[in-house]
Nanobody, 125 residues
Framework: QVQLVESGGGLVQAGGSLRLSCAAS????????MGWFRQAPGKEREFVAA????????YYGDSVKGRFTISRNSANNTVWLQMNSLKPEDTAVYFC??????????????????WGQGTQVTVSS
């Protein structure tokens, strides 16, 4: 059984930074494509970032490019999202997700098989 558990959310002022973590269970973590999505109240879920099995070729949503960095460590089954220069519009629940095999895109949430419960990020102005 696969479990994804996010942590690291909280309240931060605009311009600040947060680092989200996602701890994954499962022996095949190194084979998964990992992604982060977010959902603000009243809005659809939005793609944030994804990273390939090897840790190379990170892929970002346009709204976070240059500010957020995704990384992973297969030795301890963890993926991180470093968020810098945060803006109030980054306020959302952030979800970690795993794609067990590549289905043609990183940024479509329907391609992901497993999801965490989410962690709240609130950026004050």
């Amino acid at each position: 059984q696969v479990q994804l558990v996010e942590s690291g959310g909280g309240l931060v002022q605009a311009g600040g930074s947060l680092r989200l973590s996602c701890a994954a269970s499962g022996r095949t973590f190194s084979m998964w494509i990992m992604g982060w999505f977010r959902q603000a109240p009243g809005k659809e879920r939005e793609f944030v970032a994804a990273i390939s099995r090897s840790g190379g070729a990170p892929y970002y949503g346009d709204s976070v490019k240059g500010r957020f960095t995704i990384s992973r460590n297969s030795a301890n089954n963890t993926v991180w999202l470093q968020m810098n220069s945060l803006k109030p519009e980054d306020t959302a629940v952030y979800f970690c997700a795993a794609q067990s095999y590549y289905r043609g895109s990183f940024d479509n949430d329907v391609n992901y098989d497993y999801w965490g419960q989410g962690t709240q990020v609130t950026v004050s102005s």
